[in-house]
């Protein structure tokens, strides 16, 4: 099986930084794309930035110019660099991650647990 870990997730003021990262886990063969989804308090989720398995990014509208998204493959690793925080930003980031790995051919989809940023003003 494959485990997404989100860590890195915690309370910031306005205008602060957080770095989050994703740790997969398990019998990976290889992962494709990956990306960070988060939901905030009475909000239906929301993609926030992608990046295929060749370093390729999407962002959307809101974080565009303040998050940046990136991977270490060597580690299995995704990160997401939050900067000017915004009290919008305070939400549950989820990493989500394509993978094939060493038992099944065909790519699953998996989902970390969840962390939680809270932007203070």
């Known amino acids: 099986q494959v485990q997404l870990v989100e860590s890195g997730g915690g309370l910031v003021q306005v205008g602060g930084s957080l770095k989050l990262s994703c740790a997969a886990s398990g019998r990976i063969f290889t992962i494709n794309n990956m990306a960070w989804y988060r939901q905030g308090p009475g909000k239906e989720r929301e993609l926030v930035a992608t990046i295929t398995s060749g370093g390729s990014t999407d962002y959307a509208d809101a974080v565009k110019g303040r998050f940046t998204i990136s991977r270490d493959n060597a580690k299995n690793t995704m990160y997401l660099q939050m900067n000017s925080l915004k009290p919008e930003d305070t939400a549950v980031y989820r990493c989500?991650?394509?993978?094939?790995?060493?038992?099944?051919?065909?790519?699953?989809?998996?989902w970390g647990q969840g962390t939680q940023v809270t932007v203070s003003s």
């Open positions: 989500n991650a394509e993978v094939i790995s060493r038992i099944f051919v065909t790519p699953a989809d998996y």
